[in-house]
């Protein structure tokens, strides 16, 4: 009788549902520009948890629970940025985190879409930066003759 009560509990434990904690998280913080952003804190407020990126931009986390996490990065102007990583049951999950330029973010405040805005700033400075090379190849070459189209 004894032994039916242990083998009963023990079956009892291993059937209690139990989380699933599947590994690390990682990734890059890169700003705008893509360029990797060195020591930004970053955050999964659900479980308080903080890290702070390295001189690459990258960051982990180790021992998380299977699913869905919200991963913050502080910026210095006390602004979060958030994205959404997905932790398997097995494994590790790899999230790169793009954050949005502050025009970006001024733009979205007013009802543009961040992305939207981010893409068009960025052809604004690619364009800008055409310009200043036309230019400069234009102050180069000297003047240029115009055709005589009178005569």
Known sequence: MTRIAIFASAAALIALPTS???GDLSGTVNDSTARP???AQVVIPELGLST???????????GLEA???????????????FASAQ???????KRNIFLYSSAALDQARIGINPVEAMLAEALMARAWEDARR????????????LPDLIG
């Open 20 to 22: 699933a904690f599947a």
């Open 37 to 39: 952003v060195a020591g």
């Open 52 to 62: 702070v990126t390295d001189a690459q931009g990258t960051y982990r986390f180790e």
């Open 67 to 81: 699913g869905e996490h919200r991963v913050a990065v502080e910026l210095a102007n006390d602004e979060r940025q």
């Open 87 to 93: 932790v398997p049951e097995t494994g590790e999950a």
């Open 134 to 145: 036309m230019t400069a190849q234009a102050e180069t070459q000297g003047a240029m003759a």
